[in-house]
């Protein structure tokens, strides 16, 4: 057997990181079996569609590196990929269950479907249902004569197609992530499969669709759970073998408590897309990883373990490997709580793993964009130094003191506030030491300047704590970042004595 899955979005809107994790899943257990991953647009709910939806859930797996064998954009032989050019099959399948008497016409009204909810809800039905019981009391082609049926429909009335429900059975199949699950069928009602439109619902649409295109493994959210008993009858009607069943656990706010939405990522400050997103309707925008500086293969492998672990403690790993350790049996049942904390690790990591030329070609960029002038070269050695502490090649941007000359300490009220507690009149006599040797040094390397810095602290008598920080803010204006005497060596000599000398006078200046 062929592995064949599917991921199946309808375009309502942006794609929810938990659907790029349902297309995650499905593409590596796709790859781990040397299947086929499909994509497959269910827009039959013509009234939610949003423009513009289609080809942004395109985009986004682009971006992620999924990109499907077969979809609407890539073709194939099952095509087409969009429920909208398929509905002409539909009717067919529909027809097929009312000759099983698998499935029947429904007449009834908007009206009279309130009113058969108000008269269960009226006699303590707290869920009315049209279902086993109720369709005896409704206007459908099991009330109704053959000959009305007949009549109505050759008339024009309007009517739905619905699935008959046996009675008195139980509906049980395994699922591969949860195990056994076993509905009583008095408690699934008696869906819509064809609607009045012309089309079909979600219900008969999914299983015909999966049907055709040799669906083997059905992997999706945990939200379709209620549904897939009603999936089973529908295959068990048409009598075909249904494929394996996978639902996904939810991915939950950072508090654990409930699925995580947009809004609480809008109320805590993340994105929750892959992309950045408009809605055409309100122009309401939502920010995306891409644009927030996230590397697409930071973004899957934090996605790829919010749900499953590969049972050891390795947390980096490339497609290639996530593609050879997956495994549904590995997935958790309970919900995965969202750290953003830990997304933004993910991504420190990626940037770590990136060449210095990458990292100083996209700082290059960046300091350009701020009016800021330097070279190349200049730029990967920064990128060397600064990426050990930055989480986004944005960060990058907090070194621009090695790119710029002249006291960082100049109209920088933060660094002076931050000298003036470190100062000590004695350090002064220590960078007057350094100075001079930094003046002899004949080479003007970290490992020549850590040297020269050592001989001064011994030669006065003084702890790296004494003048270090001092030595820190003179030259680069911030407690935090690379190693000094790596900085110094970028620097150069002229500006490193010129930056010692001013901040000796700014001190100075204080007496």
Wanted: proline share 6%; with cysteine.
């Amino acid at each position: 057997m062929t592995v064949r899955v599917r991921f199946a979005p309808s375009p309502t809107g942006p794609l929810h990181m938990g659907g790029v994790r349902t297309a995650l899943y499905n593409y590596l257990f796709a790859r781990k079996h040397g299947g086929q991953f499909l994509l497959r647009v269910e827009d039959t709910d013509q009234t939610r569609y949003v423009p513009g939806a289609e080809d942004y859930i395109k985009e986004s797996l682009a971006w992620c590196g999924l990109v499907p064998d077969e979809s609407p954009w890539a073709g194939g032989p099952d095509g087409p990929y969009r429920q909208s050019d398929r509905k002409h099959l539909y009717k067919a399948y529909a027809d097929e269950l009312i000759a099983k008497d698998k499935a029947y016409y429904a007449f009834d009204t908007p009206e009279e479907l309130d009113a058969m909810r108000e008269r269960l809800q009226a006699a303590g039905v707290a869920a009315p249902a049209y279902n086993a019981v109720t369709r005896e009391h409704m206007k459908n082609s099991i009330t109704l004569g053959a000959d009305e049926v007949k009549e109505r429909i050759a008339r024009g009335d309007a009517y739905v197609i619905r699935l008959k429900v046996p009675r008195h059975v139980e509906v049980r199949f395994e699922d591969i992530i949860r195990g056994w699950v076993t509905v009583h069928s008095a408690n699934i009602d008696d869906k819509v499969l064809f609607k009045s439109d012309g089309m079909p619902t979600y219900h008969l649409a999914n299983i015909v669709d999966d049907h055709l295109m040799r669906i083997t493994h059905v992997i999706r959210g945990e939200e379709w759970l209620p549904s897939a008993p009603l999936h089973v009858l529908i295959y068990e009607a048409f009598g075909w073998e249904r494929p394996a069943f996978a639902h996904l656990p939810l991915i939950l706010k950072p508090d654990g408590n409930g699925k995580l939405s947009k809004r609480d990522g809008d109320r805590l400050g993340f994105p929750v897309f892959a992309l950045d997103w408009t809605d055409p309707v309100t122009n309401e925008k939502s920010s995306g990883y891409r644009e927030r500086g996230y590397y697409p293969e930071a973004f899957i492998n934090m996605l790829a373990l919010l749900g499953w672990n590969p049972g050891t403690d390795q947390e980096i790993m490339s497609v290639d490997e996530l593609v050879r350790l997956f495994d549904l049996d590995r997935v958790h049942k309970g919900g995965a709580r969202f750290d953003p904390e830990k997304t933004k690790w993910f991504n420190q990591q990626y940037l770590r793993m990136r060449p210095d030329a990458e990292l100083g070609a996209q700082l290059l960029e960046l300091l350009r964009e701020q009016g800021i002038g330097t070279t190349l070269d200049r730029a990967i050695r920064a990128a060397a130094l600064l990426k050990e502490r930055a989480t986004f090649v944005g960060d990058m941007l907090e070194g621009s003191y090695l790119f710029t000359t002249g006291s960082p300490l100049s109209g920088n009220a933060v660094a002076e506030t931050e000298l003036r507690k470190r100062w000590k009149p004695e350090a002064a006599t220590a960078i007057e030491a350094y100075i001079a040797a930094l003046k002899e040094l004949p080479s003007f390397t970290p490992e020549a300047l850590d040297a020269a810095f050592n001989a001064v602290l011994l030669g006065k008598g003084m702890k790296t704590g004494q003048v270090m920080p001092v030595y820190r803010l003179f030259v680069a204006g911030r407690m935090q970042g690379p190693g000094m005497f790596d900085v110094s060596a970028l620097l150069g000599r002229e500006e490193v004595i010129a930056r010692l000398k001013a901040g000796l006078a700014l001190c100075a200046s204080w007496v």
